[in-house]
Nanobody
Framework: QVQLVESGGGLVQAGDSLRLSCAASGHTFSSLAVAWFRQAPGKEREFVAAIGWDGRTYYKDPLKGQFTTSGPFTISRDNAKNTVYLQLNSLKPEDTAVYYC????????????????????WGQGTQVTVSS
């Protein structure tokens, strides 16, 4: 059973930065693919970024609905600390949401999807609020 705990959220002003952390336990961390999602009030949960066991990163392609190799935020992982990070720079009020990390276990560390329903373990979320 994978346990995920997010931290690092808060109230910031537009243009500020935050670094979110997702600490994992209960499973071999290096064999997990981990993603960040976010959910704003009244909206569906949306994919932000994912990272594979080997550090390969995947971001949401807003035009094609697939993956792209870069995004407005940066995902990274530290396998020695069992932690995945999401660096949020140049935050905007529309980035206000609860940010969740989620893990894929069955794919042995390979990112295969951006669909929330296919991720097997979830954290409780961390609130990010950006004021204008």
């Amino acid at each position: 059973q994978v346990q995920l705990v997010e931290s690092g959220g808060g109230l910031v002003q537009a243009g500020d930065s935050l670094r979110l952390s997702c600490a994992a336990s209960g499973h071999t961390f290096s064999s997990l693919a981990v993603a960040w999602f976010r959910q704003a009030p009244g909206k569906e949960r949306e994919f932000v970024a994912a990272i594979g066991w080997d550090g390969r990163t995947y971001y949401k392609d807003p035009l094609k609905g697939q993956f792209t190799t870069s995004g407005p935020f940066t995902i990274s992982r530290d396998n020695a600390k069992n932690t995945v990070y999401l660096q949020l720079n140049s935050l905007k009020p529309e980035d206000t949401a609860v940010y969740y990390c989620a893990a894929l276990v069955r794919t042995n560390g390979v990112v295969t999807t951006r669909r929330a329903g296919e991720y097997e373990s979830w954290g409780q979320g961390t609130q990010v609020t950006v004021s204008s």
